[in-house]
């Protein structure tokens, strides 16, 4: 077996020191750590737990509550890696597997950390932009939540999703009230991004207008979501069309998606009804650091490591009432707008 770091060299910043052991609740996934070289056991074979783990979920029912695995796992420096969230099928796993062992978390956040400053400094309006994107966006309360990870190194009983690696999101939870507490409840078995700038009647965190491109679209869910919804259905088939054709054109007023186009068609209504209570108003906007993966991105994978790719990405839905959907927009370029 070789050393895990020959096999992911961005995972040196994560763990400090000794061995790290890749765990998951599907053979498959075992089968498919194990063959690039990485050191991998079954979740059911485990009980007394190494310090430094990378755990990849695929099916709630076998990973069990989310108690209990963090009472397993509660004396270890513990990565989570989602999958369940968003396809854990063994071609996805092999994808999302190869993605993420291509990336390098300790340059996605340093690059965490440097848009949290701007975030948290900028008085001005952001300008999102690309060929065929120019959107404005702007943080207009001074008491806001950033969610992110600022340093790669994990101490003894965190338990991390890697998403937090790979993006800077503006927390809504001020924002959302009773909303918010079902998102923080199912956030450690499955990240769905952040919850943006919600559904309730506070003072939103920021506002965005205008119209972008969205190269790809992924589709999540939380525990509390049916795997067979109809509305999770819906959005996976849409994500489908949009990988097919390309890419999708929304239109963004007031933080909600007004039109959205993609072969010839409008789906405006559709993603409305897909993502569930939050309707079409965006419930999250992040600007993503995970650049190592730019080059390899497929938008026909539904996967979470997709989102994270550069640029920015933004969210529609709790995935709780229904879908999250996030418009992924890696070539946008971001930068203040004129005084």
């Known amino acids: 077996m070789k050393d895990v770091f020959e096999v992911w060299p961005g995972l040196r910043s994560v763990f400090p020191d ?24 079954h979740l059911a074979e485990i009980s007394e737990p190494p310090e430094s783990v990378v755990l990849v979920g695929c099916d709630y029912a076998s990973l069990g509550p989310r108690e209990a695995l963090h009472e397993l796992f509660a004396g270890s420096r513990v990565l989570w890696v989602p999958l369940v969230s968003f396809d854990p ?31 948290r400094r900028a008085r001005r309006p952001l300008v999102v932009g690309s060929d065929r994107t120019s959107l404005t966006f702007q943080v207009v309360r001074d008491d806001i939540v950033v969610v992110t990870r600022l340093q790669p190194l994990l101490d003894v009983g965190e338990f991390v999703s890697i998403a937090e690696y790979f993006e800077v999101d503006i927390d809504s939870s001020l924002d959302v009230g009773a909303d918010a507490d079902a998102d ?38 939380h525990p509390q979501l049916d ?20 890419g999708m054109l929304v239109r963004v007023e007031d933080c909600h998606v007004v039109s959205a186009v993609c072969g010839g068609e409008d789906w405006a209504s559709e993603l409305a009804r ?52 996030d418009f992924v927009l890696p070539a946008a370029k971001v930068g203040l707008a004129a005084a």
């Not at 795997?227 to 390309?246: F, M, Y």
Request: aromatic residues 6%; charged residues 20%; contains cysteine.
């Open 274 to 325: 897909y993502a569930g209570e939050s309707g079409s108003r965006l419930i999250e906007f992040s600007f993503g650091t995970n650049t190592e993966i730019l080059g390899a991105l497929d938008w026909s994978v539904n996967s979470q490591i997709n989102e994270g790719a550069g640029g920015v990405h933004i969210g529609v839905g709790d995935g709780v009432s229904g879908a999250h959907i």
């Open 227 to 246: 795997l067979d919804a109809p509305a999770l259905k819906g959005a996976r088939e849409l994500a489908a069309r949009v990988a097919e054709a390309g």
């Open 18 to 41: 000794g061995d790290v052991l890749f765990i998951s609740d599907r053979q498959y996934v075992v089968d498919l750590m194990a063959a690039r070289g990485l050191p991998s056991e």
């Open 89 to 119: 099928a063994p071609g996805a796993a092999r994808y999302s597997l190869d993605l993420m062992l291509a990336s390098d978390l300790a340059a996605s956040t340093k690059g965490n950390r440097d848009w949290t400053s701007v975030l």
């Open 184 to 221: 923080a409840d199912a956030g450690s078995h499955s990240d769905t991004g952040g919850t943006g700038t919600g559904t309730g009647g506070g003072k939103a965190s920021y506002t965005a207008d205008g119209t972008f491109w969205a190269d790809g679209l992924c589709v999540a869910r």
